[in-house]
């Protein structure tokens, strides 16, 4: 049983609606409900709907076809046109573009002939982009980098000057980072350095010691987890402690690795080390 159906009784309707002559809309705030379920129950118990005062259609014409029509409201248009449909409305302006020899609603061709850097081909393009436009298609921007070598080298704008081919024009790492980065992690053996998370556990990262992504140094790189990593670099940016904290204990982890590895070269030469 649904909770409106004791509310909304025959009773309560007839007495409400057609007795004391509420609105539906007035019964719904009073009780809380939808519009759509007091109209459902009045349909149910077949009470009359009472027509809105004051909402009497009246007869317009169309300012297209000449077609008169009714409509209890009609919007009028910025010309002061009336139509009797949306189709009416479109043909109407299609019409008047046409005898104005434009698509603009305005009635005026706003947009700027320009001449392609590529193929010297003539294109339109909207008054808004005239200063930026400088080519006809993509295809023909592709072309003139090519012929023109816009961006290579120095012409470039990820270039900067003595570091060299860069993935990344913030941090300034190298192009061959991510081989360098597989080098280290497979020197630490796949550990982290500071908790000994393994990277079957957990995401490995590379660390730089002195926080200079421009210094890749083998003795300026260490292995940490993710949530390693995290920390270092959030403790730091809200000076909970100091840069040379942490580097005092990555260098001494260094040198951990670095007694390792020349122990493993005394007994069993260079290449077991570099196995």
């Not at 159906?5 to 007035?26: D, H, M, P, R, W």
């Not at 919007?75 to 005898?99: P, V």
């Not at 957990?202 to 987890?225: F, G, Q, R």
Request: net charge positive; charged share 30%; glycine share 4%.
């Amino acid at each position: 049983m649904n909770k409106w159906s004791k509310i909304l009784t025959k009773q309560f309707l007839i007495k409400e609606y057609t007795i004391n002559k509420k609105q539906v809309a007035k019964i719904s705030k009073e009780l809380n409900c939808e519009v759509s379920s007091i109209y459902k129950y009045l349909k149910k118990y077949k009470i009359p709907i009472i027509p809105r005062v004051g909402r009497t259609s009246k007869d317009y014409q169309c300012s297209f076809c000449d077609k008169w029509f009714k409509r209890i409201y009609v919007k009028k248009t910025k010309t002061g046109k009336l139509f009797c449909s949306h189709k009416c409305q479109t043909n109407y302006f299609k019409s008047r573009w046409a005898e104005a020899g434009t698509n603009s609603i305005r009635g005026k061709d706003t947009s700027v002939h320009k001449n392609c850097l590529n193929c010297n081909k003539e294109f339109k393009v909207p008054k808004s982009r005239s200063n930026d436009a400088m080519y006809c298609s993509k295809k023909c921007m592709y072309e003139y980098i090519k012929k023109t070598g816009k961006l290579k080298g120095k012409n470039c704008h990820l270039y900067i000057h003595g570091l060299g081919k860069l993935t990344c024009r913030k941090y300034g790492y190298p192009s061959n980072w991510e081989f360098l980065s597989k080098e280290i992690r497979k020197r630490d053996k796949y550990i982290c350095q500071i908790c000994g998370v393994s990277s079957i556990e957990d995401k490995l990262e590379v660390h730089h010691i002195d926080y200079k992504p421009v210094n890749n140094d083998h003795n300026n790189l260490i292995t940490i987890c993710q949530k390693c990593h995290h920390q270092i670099h959030s403790e730091i940016r809200f000076k909970k402690t100091n840069k040379e904290f942490w580097q005092l204990i990555l260098i001494n982890k260094m040198r951990e690795i670095d007694k390792v590895k020349n122990r493993l070269i005394k007994f069993h030469g260079d290449e077991l080390c570099k196995k």
